[in-house]
């Protein structure tokens, strides 16, 4: 247990017994300091969430700090190996991505090259511009169509007709990637990797690509380009995965029971966590063995942390500038108020000094009460500022970065008690000193 000496004492409980003695100049007080405290409480506040808000929306598209990120050419020797050495493990994860088309089979899907679905295009059907007059050209030769939906190749004889399929990217996982994406699942229910693979394969869609499931009814076949034939996918749930274009994720077995490895076109990506480097040689070294050197493999650390700390650094710099400024007119305000104190207490300070009170001691009380009351301060500008978030928090948890749950952040709780400290030294320093030097003679005039 902290014990305070007895000089510390004395000045704390007679700072007290001269607050509940002065109560309306207490109020007045902490009324010029509240603003001053609660803009750098609110400054900090803002800068903690805004930090969590982007770390939380890079942790969804990017990936979680500190996880390693390999990507390697696809091959069919490369797609086996990874997907055999990684199937099973929590410690690294492997995703590739192709474009797949949910829907009624030999028509234009509704957003052609996976293009946004919103309400604005929602009724719309795609209209490109007639075929191009080909002049001394193969007239098989592809031609780039362009509509409202965005642009696809077409070939002379190529008259799809627009129809009621969904186009999306399809990323297929050897393991549960939420160890390194922050996916935040919606409805339903997640990937299990446990169980074994299915034929039906099972697919967990973005909020993207549920919000067009939910506008348009479509069969239930997908059709992937290279694939043996047409599965027949089962949606399990929905999650947030911070993307505007419709996407599904689905297990990578059950993706290659249709579509062969050497089918995969898009580069294999593996997400590993820093304690698993030994993966990463093993990769490594069985990818050697079918020609793919380790210039061909590109190694990065996701280092988010810092990146958003870095853009937010200025604009806090500057806010806590300007809350400062706010802050230095309520010390100017304990300052007076603290002045006009001492002088309508030079008799009683005085009559200390005669029974032999010493200056530092006079001086500690008179900071004293300045302390505590930057302390009361900073107390009531905290619980503003916590019960503000808690209920503006109610509003934007969950929308755009924002995580599900804004808890009021530590920092800015501290922030608050060290501007109030600081303001209470500040405001109370001068009036100490000049009580400090209030001579015992002042008290045999009075």
């Known amino acids: 247990m902290i014990r305070l000496s007895g000089g510390l004492r004395s000045a704390l409980m007679i700072g007290v ?104 295009d929602a009724s719309r059907r795609y209209e490109g511009p007639p075929k191009p007059a080909w002049v001394g050209e193969d007239p098989g030769a592809p031609y780039v169509v362009c509509g409202p939906r965005g642009c696809v190749t077409k070939t002379e004889g190529d008259t799809q007709p ?67 034939a047409n599965a027949t996918p089962r949606i399990v749930g929905v999650v947030d995965d911070g993307r505007d274009q419709p996407m599904a994720y689905v297990r990578a077995d059950e993706l290659l029971n249709w579509l062969p490895e050497k089918k995969v076109s898009d580069a294999v990506t593996v997400l590993r966590s820093p304690e698993a480097a030994g993966v990463e040689q093993i990769l490594r070294a069985r990818l050697a063995g079918v020609g793919i050197t380790g210039e061909q493999i590109q190694t990065e650390t996701i280092n ?71 302390l009361l301060t900073a107390g009531v500008a905290i619980g503003v500022a916590a019960i503000g978030l808690k209920l503006g928090g109610g509003f934007l948890a969950g929308h755009g970065p924002f995580p599900q749950h804004l808890d009021f952040p530590w920092q800015a709780g501290v922030a608050g008690v060290v501007a109030g400290l600081a303001a209470g030294v500040l405001g109370g320093l001068v009036p100490a000193l000049r009580a400090a030097r209030i001579p015992i003679a002042t008290v045999m005039r009075a």
């Not at 190996?81 to 192709?98: C, E, H, M, Q, S």
Request: hydrophobic fraction near 50%.
């Open 17 to 120: 017994q001269g607050i509940r003695a002065r109560k309306l100049r207490t109020l007045l007080s902490m009324v010029s300091l509240f603003l001053g405290v609660l803009a750098v409480v609110v400054v900090q506040a803002g800068a903690e969430t805004a930090k969590r808000a982007l770390l939380a929306n890079v942790e969804l598209t990017m990936g979680k700090d500190g996880t390693v990120q390999m990507f390697m050419p696809p091959t069919a020797d490369s797609v086996k190996i990874v997907v055999d050495l990684l199937r099973g493990r929590t410690d690294a994860v492997a995703t590739f991505t192709t474009p797949a088309i949910i829907g009624e089979p030999g028509v234009l899907p509704l957003n052609p090259g996976g293009a946004l679905l919103d309400d604005s």
């Open 162 to 228: 627009p129809g009621q399929a969904i186009e999306l990217g399809l990323t297929a996982m050897t393991g549960d990637i939420r160890p390194f994406r922050a996916f935040r699942l919606d409805s339903g229910e997640w990937l299990d990797f446990s169980s074994a693979p299915s034929l039906a394969p099972r697919i967990v869609v973005n909020r993207a690509a549920a919000k067009g499931f939910a506008r348009h009814l479509v069969p239930a076949e997908m059709r992937i380009e290279g694939a043996i």
């Open 304 to 374: 988010s942390r810092e990146r958003v700390a870095d853009e937010l650094a200025v604009t806090r710099w500057v806010f806590l500038g300007m809350a400062g400024l706010v802050l230095l007119i309520g010390v100017a305000g304990i300052l007076n108020v603290g002045l006009a104190t001492v002088g309508e207490r030079v008799e009683e300070l005085a009559l200390r000094r005669a029974v032999g009170t010493s200056r530092s001691l006079l001086a500690a009380i008179v900071l004293a009460e300045t302390l505590l009351t930057g």
